[in-house]
């Protein structure tokens, strides 16, 4: 499974993105992903978890960011996205998808690329 993420970019505080993650691979490597996963490091920082979403559709977020983010996906598109509104200069940071995937008894994380956002005060 290979995954792209985008959407990044420069925003005011106040304002809003939206990031993309889409997955490619095989219909058999997709469908062992059991959770997708938004995280986030700041320069500097460790890598946090900021909002994942399981198959059935169950959601978890940061206390940080909750009621400012929602993730979603669209099976159809193999795509996740996290909407990220009022947007505040402590969300500075590079954005990064994660897939949790197992097959059988192995569970194997696979991750894309960052996608920076940048958020001006």
């Known amino acids: 499974v290979q995954l792209q993420a985008s959407g990044g970019g420069l925003v005011q505080s106040g304002g809003s993105l939206r990031l993309s993650c889409v997955a490619s691979?095989?219909?058999?490597?997709?469908?062992?992903?059991?959770?997708f996963n938004w995280l986030r490091q700041a320069s500097g920082g460790q890598r946090d978890l900021v909002a994942l979403i399981y198959t059935d559709g169950t959601t978890h977020y940061d206390d940080s960011v909750k009621g400012r983010f929602a993730i979603s996906r669209d099976k159809d598109k193999n795509t996740v996205y996290l909407q990220m509104n009022n947007l505040k200069p402590e969300d500075t940071a590079v954005y990064y998808c994660?897939?949790?995937?197992?097959?059988?008894?192995?569970?194997?994380?696979?991750w894309g690329q960052g996608t920076l956002v940048t958020v001006s005060s």
């Open positions: 691979g095989s219909a058999s490597d997709i469908s062992n992903i059991y959770s």
């Open positions: 994660s897939a949790n995937q197992r097959i059988g008894s192995q569970y194997t994380v696979r």
